[in-house]
Every structure is written in C-alpha cells, then in structure tokens.
Nanobody, 120 residues
Framework: QVQLAYSGGGLVQSGGSLRLSCEASGSVVNINEVEWFRQAPGKQRELVAA???????NYADSVKGRFTISTDNAKNTMYLQMNSLKPEDTAVYYC??????????????WGQGTQVTVSA
C-alpha cells in the first residue's frame, strides 16, 4: 500500500510563505492526480487546489493567485506552495492523491495532514 508523509507546515506571519510537501512511499508507480484540502477548527474540509494527470490545475477562489500546486513523480512528492498567507488560511492541510500502485490498481488516502498557522 501507500503511506503519506507531510512536511513544511508551521507558524508563519501574515504575508509569509510556506511550501507543503506530501511524500508518498510504498508501492508507488505514478501520482496521477492530487487534491489539497484544508480544514479549519469548527469548519468543513474544503478543497483548496487540484492538479490532474495532464497538468491542469484548479484553485479555490480564496487562494487563487497565491497558492501553486505541483507534483514531482521522480520524488513521489506533491507540493503546495503558499504565498501571501493570511490568518484565514490557518488550518490543517491534507493532500489527497490518486496513485497508481504496483498491482495495477489505484490508491487514494489522506494521511495525518499538516498544521498551518498564520498569525496576524
């Protein structure tokens, strides 16, 4: 199966930047598609960004122009570059990939997520 390991979260001041990484390990053949979600306390999980296998990207209006989603299949890693961060970006961030695995099927899962806190 697949395990997801997050890095890059933390505390940053308003206007700052962070790059989140989500590395997949295990029976990974290819990262097909990725979505990044976030969940703030007391709120529903929301879709922030997505990238399809042909490289098409989509972003929530609230992050458009500030966040960039990407993948590096050579490193089995997915990224979310976050610039011009605002306090309302504070949340736990999750990647949700569709990964082709060695048995010919696909795997999707969340992992534990990574906390991003933006101070005013």
């Amino acid at each position: 199966q697949v395990q997801l390991a997050y890095s890059g979260g933390g505390l940053v001041q308003s206007g700052g930047s962070l790059r989140l990484s989500c590395e997949a390990s295990g029976s990974v053949v290819n990262i097909n598609e990725v979505e990044w979600f976030r969940q703030a306390p007391g709120k529903q999980r929301e879709l922030v960004a997505a990238i399809t296998r042909d490289g098409t990207t989509n972003y929530a209006d609230s992050v458009k122009g500030r966040f960039t989603i990407s993948t590096d299949n050579a490193k089995n890693t997915m990224y979310l570059q976050m610039n011009s961060l605002k306090p309302e970006d504070t949340a736990v961030y999750y990647c949700y990939p569709e990964i082709a695995i060695a048995d010919g099927s696909t795997w999707s899962g969340w992992g534990q997520g990574t906390q991003v806190t933006v101070s005013a």
